[in-house]
């Protein structure tokens, strides 16, 4: 089996996945946890060496590279300096942790190893001292899946370890740590890599392999990556296994089934002039690219995203995934915060909708149309405000005196067919009497008819009544009263005809 083994390796191309070529040896290569860093290097360098360290963060951050780092410094024979002892110059101890072949350090997978009896078995062990370096170390990995019954059997061992005990725990969830167990520890916490220490990464190692590279391509990988140096890598070597040694922008967008900016830019844009035709038909042409639905809307998301963090102010290339000077001014323009967090929320409905849907791309459609006028949707609180203000400019002074009128007239209202919004305020008012009306309408009638002796005034007065239901003096029969006509206009996207 070893023999097999062996003989694969051999067989195998001389490629060394990038991951593991570049992985960082020394805490000076460990890349943007500066100040992880110099803590830990701080401690060794004072001979202060805690029992446990925990160090945890987000998945790609250098976690376990450092305490592999870690472990090598504290058995290094050359001394606590922070492992600068690598190569072919490397002391025993330092070249056996790096081949993983050292009986010192032991790296346990917390996610497969946390029963009790596990940790039980560690509990034995540790009773043997170190065979080579001055200390045996335990690095246990996820170790936030433990189960609960070993981390009351480990925090026996934690609080009372020999003299050359060390406990190296990394996990990315912290919170599942605990209480007990994260007090016991000298803790540190790794942050996510920013995109522009991964760019500055994979630029370096573009020079040192001679591949040309576009920086908006290396930017890309690196923004992809999402502060995972190991993702970074990955992508990076997908992406350099197409390329032919030279990275590109658009051969990216071509192999991997992007977008572009300029594709997004032109949806944006035919959603501001609402030339759905043009949405829908860019919608096709970038699934008929081989776009997938749900990147489809991802992207659309993103960008949307970055509409609203450049509407306020955030300017960060890294944060809006481009230079901001590449986003179309027209959507900036005709979009305001409030209608692009409708966007937002618009697309990530849809994303979580396309799931049960009957079909994904009759819900992508759906929000490609809704996108498509959204320049003219309201909010609630817009249209409170606008309520308001016809409230305001009508005289009311208050709302309620709406659901006092009386029933007769709330009913010619809706027989009306008009919107209550343009009926005439006198009229549904509460504090005007039916009977009032009534008589103002006989005493008008009398003044302008009175003449007319042969009719008896209630004929007149019913006839007025059943022509034209819920008379108004001062509204012209057709037309909306321009009192009512103003207040439309403050309604944003209000069609007034
Ligand atoms: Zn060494």
């Given at each position: 089996m070893a023999e097999m083994t062996e003989k694969t390796v051999l067989a195998a191309p001389a490629y060394e996945v990038t991951a593991s070529k570049y992985r960082p040896k020394t805490f000076d290569e460990l890349a943007g946890q500066e100040f992880v860093v110099s803590t830990i290097k701080n401690s060794l360098k004072s001979g202060h060496i805690a029992h446990a360290y925990l160090l945890s963060g987000p998945r790609g951050g250098g976690k376990t590279r450092a305490a592999r780092i870690l472990a090598r410094s504290l058995n290094c024979e050359r001394g606590?300096?922070?492992?600068?002892?690598?190569?072919?110059?490397?002391?025993d101890n330092c070249r056996t942790i790096t081949k993983g072949a050292s009986m010192d350090v032991l790296e346990i997978d917390g996610a497969s190893n946390n029963s009790v009896n596990d940790v039980r078995q560690i509990k034995d062990e540790v009773l043997f001292p170190p065979q080579a370096g001055k200390y045996k170390v335990y690095i246990i990995d996820e170790?936030?899946?433990?189960?609960a019954s070993a981390f009351n059997a480990l925090l026996k061992t934690i609080e009372e370890p020999p003299p050359y005990i060390v406990f190296i725990f990394a996990t990315t969830?912290?919170?599942?740590?605990p209480a007990t167990i994260k007090s016991r520890c000298q803790q540190f916490n790794f942050r996510l890599i920013s995109v522009e220490t991964i760019q500055e990464i994979l630029k370096k190692i573009c020079a040192e392999k001679g591949i040309a590279a576009e920086d908006d391509a290396l930017f890309w990988i690196a923004r992809e990556s999402t502060g995972s140096m190991r993702d970074a890598f990955t992508l990076f070597d997908q992406v350099v296994s197409f390329s032919a040694g030279s990275i590109r922008s658009d051969l990216i967008r071509e192999k991997l089934g992007i977008i572009g900016l300029e594709k997004l830019n032109a949806f944006a844009e035919a959603c501001a002039s609402e030339d759905r035709p043009l949405a829908f038909s860019l919608t096709d042409e970038i699934l008929s690219s081989g776009v997938a639905i749900e990147q489809f809307i991802i992207d659309l998301a993103g960008f949307f995203r970055s509409l609203l963090l450049l509407k306020n102010g955030v300017t960060r290339e890294s944060l809006l995934?481009?230079?901001?000077?590449?986003?179309?001014e027209k959507a900036l323009e005709t979009f305001d915060s409030i209608r692009l967090e409708h966007a937002l929320d618009i697309l990530l409905d849809c994303y979580r909708d396309i799931r049960y849907s009957v079909s994904p791309r009759f819900e992508l459609e759906t929000a490609v149309s809704k996108l498509s006028w959204l320049s003219r949707w309201i909010s609630r609180p817009e249209l409170r405000e606008a309520v308001e203000n016809t409230r305001n400019l009508l005289g009311k002074?208050?709302?309620s005196a709406f659901s006092q009128q009386p029933a007769v007239m709330r009913q010619s209202a809706a027989a009306d067919g008009r919107p209550a919004q343009s009926q005439n305020p006198e009229r549904s008012s509460g504090d005007r009497s039916l009977s009032d009306e009534f008589k103002r309408m006989v005493a008008a009638k009398d003044a302008d008819e009175g003449s007319d002796e042969d009719t008896p005034l209630w004929d007149k007065t019913l006839r007025e009544k059943k022509s034209e239901p819920a008379v108004n003096q001062n509204q012209p029969a057709d037309g909306i009263p321009p009192q009512v006509e103003r207040v439309l206009s403050l309604i944003p996207g209000t069609i007034i005809e």
């Open positions: 606590l300096d922070g492992g600068l002892c690598t190569g072919s110059e490397a002391c170790v936030h899946m433990l189960s969830e912290l919170h599942k740590v995934g481009y230079r901001p000077s590449l986003f179309s002074p208050n709302l």
